[in-house]
Nanobody, 120 residues
Framework: QVQLVESGGGLVQAGGSLRLSCAAS????????MGWYRQAPGKQRELVAT???????NYAGFVKGRFTISRGNAKNTVYLQMNSLNPEDTAVYHC??????????????WGQGTQVIVSS
């Protein structure tokens, strides 16, 4: 019912920066919040950052001030500015949305993901 289109991943040297973008579309009554999760090989998917209505943000501890999450003016977009990247950040980054579907049911959804590779 929802589509999340992600972009911005790629290969970057340690210490570099990337900006991830995501746009949501589909049968959605309301998007309550969006964010980013990541999954490295052999690891469980983990939260990176989320931002909900009112600008309430939640960051994983490993971010350590390096990442900044924001929502676009369109309200169906979310960005993740990633600075000071290190090889431990290498993972597939999945856009996340918490939304009300066409029936008003609250749901969580993760996109296909965009690959981030940080080389040393």
């Amino acid at each position: 019912q929802v589509q999340l289109v992600e972009s911005g991943g790629g290969l970057v040297q340690a210490g570099g920066s990337l900006r991830l973008s995501c746009a949501a579309s589909g049968t959605i009554l309301k998007i309550n919040g969006m964010g980013w999760y990541r999954q490295a090989p052999g690891k469980q998917r983990e939260l990176v950052a989320t931002i909900f209505d009112g600008g309430i943000t939640n960051y994983a501890g490993f971010v350590k001030g390096r990442f900044t999450i924001s929502r676009g003016n369109a309200k169906n977009t979310v960005y993740l500015q990633m600075n000071s990247l290190n090889p431990e950040d290498t993972a597939v980054y999945h856009c996340y949305a918490n939304y009300l579907d066409g029936l008003g049911v609250q749901k969580d959804y993760w996109g296909q993901g965009t690959q981030v590779i940080v080389s040393s």
